[in-house]
Every structure is written in C-alpha cells, then in structure tokens.
C-alpha cells in the first residue's frame, strides 16, 4: 500500500483563495517532497524539507511537516488558475532511497 | 536546467514488440535509480530499483522478464518493455537522486507516455 495518504483528493476553489492539501504517512522519514504534475506532463519539484524541519516557505507556498504525527500540509495562498494541477507527496526513509508516493490531491482553481 | 532526461518523451508501438526507455542523468553521477508507473488519473508506483553493475531489485507484482532494466553506466538506465500490450500503456518516469545541500533529494525525469496499439 501506498506510504502516503493525501487528503482531500480532490480540492476545487476560487481564484485568489487558499488551498489547503494534507498528506500523512506511516514510517520514519528522512525528507518528504511536495511534487506537481499538470495533466498527462511530468513531475515539478515544488519542496523538499526534511524529517529536522518543521515549516518551509517558497513563495506562495507554505509546508509544515509534524513528524510526530507523521503528517505534513501544502499550502498554496491566492491561488490562480494556473495552480491548476495534481499535486502529490511523496516521502524517502533513507537518503538515497527510492521515494513513495501519496495518492495525490488534485487542485482545480476556478478564475 | 533538468538534470535527469528521458527518451523518447513519447513512444506507440505495436502489440507484441519491444521498447526501450533510456533515463540519462545530467551532470551527476546515479549509482542508484528508480523507476516508477503512472496510470491515468492514480498516482506514480515504483517498479524497481535500477542499481548499476548488479542487478534491479522490483517491487512485488512487477514481472523482472517483462520489464528489464540495465544499469550500465553511472548515467544510463534503460527501461524495455518486452512483449507489449496495451495494459502496459502508461506513462513511465524515472528518478535518480542527487546531493544536494548536504541531504539527497530525487530528480525526476520528464517521463515516457507509452501507447501500445
């Protein structure tokens, strides 16, 4: 089964609103990583914070990460159309290791 | 810049034929890299763990005759699905990680949107 869950799995908002996407976990992390992905596209790498940080900030976007929870938050603020997008987590137990993905939210931002 | 490339970005090939991905990282050296499966609308499963001089490790339900993995170089792995059918459709990615500030962090390659006919 997948290591992450996300909730919810699917979030619609209007244009200037902020979007809120959970995701949780069940094993011990080292990092965890907050991805994107626009329709049939690839993977963009949106932050990775690791298993010693709590918050981390990259424009409009805000993660927190609990590891006592084993759960983290990806918060976009004023979102816009263009956020439009699935966004997934995904977590590595080791430092090299292969990464597991949550089931993903997808975001749909109306204008 | 990207940093892991993949190639072809899409490939339709015929029912019963084989296809080979290649995942390239850039500028960095992958002992270790991983592919992953993404049907329409789910979310990426891993498939295996591509290790270089020594033989894949897949993750369970993934056949390893059907999906074989070559890890040659420390930049190359290539993905071939043999005998192809239609319920291998699917858009194939794979990651490689790199150090960067003191920590590994995944790179992903854009990913190969695979139809069989």
């Known amino acids: 089964s997948q290591q992450g869950e996300e909730d919810p799995q699917a979030l619609s908002i209007q244009e200037g609103e902020n979007a809120t996407m959970n995701c949780s976990y069940k094993?011990?992390?080292?990092?965890l990583q907050w991805y994107r992905q626009n329709s049939g596209r690839g993977l963009v790498h949106l932050i990775l914070i690791r298993s010693n940080e709590r918050e981390k900030h990259s424009g409009r976007l805000r993660v927190t990460l609990d590891t006592s929870k084993k759960s983290s938050s990806l918060l976009i603020t004023a979102s816009r159309a263009a956020d439009t997008a699935s966004y997934f987590c995904a977590t590595r137990g080791t430092n090299a290791g292969k990464s597991t993905f949550g089931d993903g939210t997808t975001l749909t931002v109306k204008p | 810049g990207a940093v892991v490339s993949q190639h072809p970005s899409w490939v339709i090939c015929k029912s019963g034929t084989s296809v080979k991905i290649e995942c390239r990282s850039l500028d960095f050296q992958a002992t270790t890299m991983f592919w992953y499966r993404q049907f329409p609308k789910q979310s990426l499963m891993l498939m295996a763990t591509s290790n270089e001089g020594s033989k894949a490790t897949y993750e369970q339900g993934v056949e390893k005759d059907k999906f074989l993995i070559n890890h040659a170089s420390l930049t190359l792995s290539t993905l071939t699905v043999t005998s192809a059918h239609p319920e291998d459709s699917s858009f194939y990615i794979c990651s490689a990680p790199r150090l960067a500030g003191g920590s590994y962090e995944q790179y992903f390659g854009p990913g190969t949107r695979l139809t069989v006919t």
């Open positions: 094993t011990s992390i080292n990092n």
